[in-house]
DNA sequence: GCAAACGTCCAATGATTCTTGAACAATCAT
DNA sequence: ATGATTGTTCAAGAATCATTGGACGTTTGC
């Protein structure tokens, strides 16, 4: 595998990047497990993508300040960087999170009632 | 113009299609308009992109539910259906609006500290 | 060295998104 | 009805994003 790659400083984040990384699917899911479980090898995300269009997504995430991804041994470690996203834009990872959450309980919400 | 224009329901929004509408800066600067000064038409923000493009701009901002239009005169007026997306969402359009803001004062953050 | 495991990089393709101009629609004033 | 105002809709082009396959680089183990 190549180097370490490049991982903009907090300063340097831009919103719309954030939000454009957010706003797919894929890519919130990933962080979502991160937020969860901690960190994790890019291949445990392996479910969600084909190998090279992983390595796309995780690339936007690192971009965008997200995640940290870290080489060890042959594998590459994946984190949230959950408190440099606190310090350039509070309160914004969280709410996406919880919604995030929130979304997937969706399914049915005014409806039949009924006994269960 | 044509009819009323379609709104969705809260529990229809997606939280895909909110985050792709507030990742696009002049959409974004639109929204942070209408939470700061109300109720406003169309052609109030003629300034941030050409007719047909605003219009399409703000299309997607009523189909992902952050807008509502409504019909006056020959005007369309514009308003932030944030109560519906704090119902939705609670707490995102809250964090996406203050970290616009915060953005707004990045230009210089750490550097020269000196005497001032 | 050679092969397997784990990912990245590059080029190409298909799908969306953004932007524009021309035509159309509804309202208001004359 | 005519014209000006205010926006929408349609078709088309440019730009970006998502996805894939093939080649390559690094680490681990024989």
């Known amino acids: 595998m190549p180097k370490s790659p490049r991982h903009p400083q907090p300063n340097q984040f ?3 990047a954030v939000l454009e ?3 797919d699917p ?4 990933i962080v979502q497990q991160l937020s969860q479980q901690g960190e994790r090898s890019c291949s445990t995300f392996g ?3 084909s190998k090279t269009n992983l390595s796309y997504h995780l690339a936007r995430l690192r971009l965008a300040g997200l995640v940290r991804i870290r080489p060890e041994g042959r594998r590459r470690m994946l984190s949230l960087r959950y408190d440099d996203m606190e310090a350039r834009f509070p309160g ?7 919604s995030a959450r929130n ?9 039949a009632p009924g006994r269960g």
């Open 26 to 29: 894929i890519r919130r899911k």
């Open 14 to 16: 831009a919103l719309s």
């Open 103 to 111: 979304e997937r309980s969706k399914i049915k919400t005014s409806e």
């Open 47 to 49: 479910a969600y993508a």
């Open 21 to 23: 990384a957010l706003s």
């Open 92 to 98: 914004l990872l969280r709410a996406v999170l919880a």
